[in-house]
Nanobody, 128 residues
């Protein structure tokens, strides 16, 4: 079982920045692709960003492209989401997810169903 714990959420003014972290328990963290998803009240959960095993490959939702950056530190078993130029529309609960990705298979995905483990979420609120 893989445990994922998000942190770094909070309240920020529009135009500000936050850095989310997701710490994973697994000792084979480097064999998991990682993703960030978000869900606002009354809305569907949506893809935000994903990163492959080594960190070389990334993918972003159009709504955050150019503003958010996903990265990972395999030595620390941690994935990050740097969020800049935040907008009120970014307000949501942000979830970290892990996708088993052996070297022979896909390393990255923007599909919720492809992820095997999920964190509890961390709230991000952006005020006008």
């Amino acid at each position: 079982q893989v445990q994922l714990v998000e942190s770094g959420g909070g309240l920020v003014q529009a135009g500000g920045s936050l850095r989310l972290s997701c710490a994973a328990s697994t000792l084979i963290f480097k064999f998991y692709g990682m993703g960030w998803f978000r869900q606002a009240p009354g809305k569907e959960r949506e893809f935000v960003a994903a990163i492959g095993r080594s960190g070389a490959n990334t993918d972003y939702a159009d709504s955050v492209k150019g503003r958010f950056t996903i990265s990972r530190d395999n030595a620390k078993n941690t994935v990050y989401l740097q969020m800049n130029s935040l907008k009120p529309e970014d307000t949501a609960n942000y979830y970290c997810a892990a996708k088993w990705a052996p070297i022979t298979g896909p390393t990255i995905s923007n599909m919720t169903r492809d992820y095997d483990y999920w964190g509890q979420g961390t709230q991000v609120t952006v005020s006008s």
